[in-house]
């Protein structure tokens, strides 16, 4: 019975980068919320966000980058 290999380490990854961003905008923002209120609560949602635009621009270029090299392989 063979295991591709592979696709659980992309399905891990997947997993473990979710999860951390679960886990630091639930209890990161959460704390921010316990302790100076809503208002900041919302300032770190908005600053999470834009720290994390970067991260998502760079992953939708690799992920184009390897759909047209997969595309161009197939070929």
């Known amino acids: 019975m063979g ?6 380490a992309k399905q891990t990854n ?4 979710i999860g951390a961003i679960v886990l630091i905008v639930i209890v990161g923002d959460g704390l921010i919320y316990l ?6 609560a919302i300032s ?14 760079i992953l939708v270029i690799f992920w184009g980058m390897d759909m047209i090299v997969k595309r161009d392989r197939d070929n």
């Open 3 to 8: 295991h591709d290999l592979r696709k659980y």
């Open 14 to 17: 997947i997993r473990l980068v």
């Open 35 to 40: 302790v100076y209120g809503q208002a900041a």
């Open 44 to 57: 770190g949602l908005f600053c999470l966000a834009i720290g994390l635009f970067p991260v998502l621009l």
